[in-house]
């Protein structure tokens, strides 16, 4: 048997003859060790991030399509419903009941207005009615006063009841087509003479030919709120209609009053009663 040597005390090695084994590095084997610790540990961690990568990749494959479905880390947008509005052409209710007016605004045509009276109470027409080619005499009885007549009286026109045949001739005035207007009338008296307003009085006058007289000679038809009357209203003075004023037949601006509709309506018939 090999005889034991005791190991010389390492304290000392130089004095007791001892020296270190040079042909081996020192702490090998701790080296390969902590080597072999770091790999499996770097495979390990490779191992694992391989997983965790996969599994979603396998949850996202198993997983049925979702058209709703969005990407981690995006900002989702609330998705419109699929519900079809309510109302034609696909409008909601409100939509297309604050469209439906533009739409029959443009495709339906606006209903014609419709005819006002005739002046002489025959029939409906236009606002400013054509007279007609034959003479017709006519008489104008008050709407408020039913048994007063326009009547010439001094050269003027006064709203008087009727006395005798001389009044009654007074009273009747003949219809022809308007001097400055002929769709408007212009209303004659038996000698000749003109029913015009002058200095807004209503007057009878010869014609002079004067553009002048014309117009002042010239009325014309427009409905009155009171059934079967009619108001005129001059050609050149627009809004001024004839009206009866303390008995005296005048030309005044149109004022929306009871009384003002009442003394401006006239019934125009055949001849005073």
């Known amino acids: 048997m090999p005889e034991n040597k005791s190991r010389p005390s390492q304290d000392q090695p130089w004095e007791n003859g001892w020296a270190p084994d040079t042909s081996r590095a020192p702490g090998t084997r701790r080296l390969w060790l902590a080597g072999g610790m770091a790999v499996a540990t770097i495979v390990a961690c490779a191992t694992a991030i391989v997983v965790m990568e996969r ?10 399509a979702d058209e709703n479905t969005t990407a981690p880390g995006l900002i989702s947008f609330a998705t419109p ?3 079809p509005p309510k109302g034609k052409s696909g409008l909601s209710t409100a939509e297309a009941a604050t469209r439906a007016p533009r739409q029959q ?16 109470g025959e029939g409906g027409s236009s ?25 010439v009286s001094g050269g003027s026109v006064a709203l008087d009841p009727v006395r005798g045949s001389e009044s009654r001739e007074d009273s009747t005035f003949k219809q022809v087509k308007g001097l400055a207007d002929g769709s408007c009338y212009s209303f ?28 002042d000679a010239t009325f014309c038809p427009r409905d009155s709120s009171h059934s ?16 009866h004023k303390n008995f005296v037949v005048r030309l005044e601006r149109f004022e929306y009053s009871s009384l003002y509709l009442a003394d401006s309506s006239f019934r125009m018939v055949g001849g005073p009663a």
Do not use: C, I
């Open 55 to 64: 599994a979603p990749d396998e949850q996202t494959r198993s997983a049925p």
């Open 81 to 83: 419903s699929e519900t």
């Open 105 to 120: 605004d443009a495709g339906t045509p606006k209903p014609a207005p419709k005819p006002s009276k005739s002046a002489s």
């Open 127 to 151: 606002a400013a009615p054509k007279p007609p080619a034959a003479t017709t005499w006519r008489s104008f009885r008050s709407v408020n006063y039913p048994d007063r007549y326009w009547h």
């Open 188 to 215: 004659a008296t038996h000698d000749g003479s003109y029913l015009r307003h002058r200095t807004f009085v209503l007057r009878t006058e010869r014609h002079d030919g004067s553009a002048q007289f014309k117009q």
């Open 228 to 243: 079967g009357a009619t108001m005129l209203e001059s050609v050149n003075y627009p809004g001024y209609f004839l009206r």
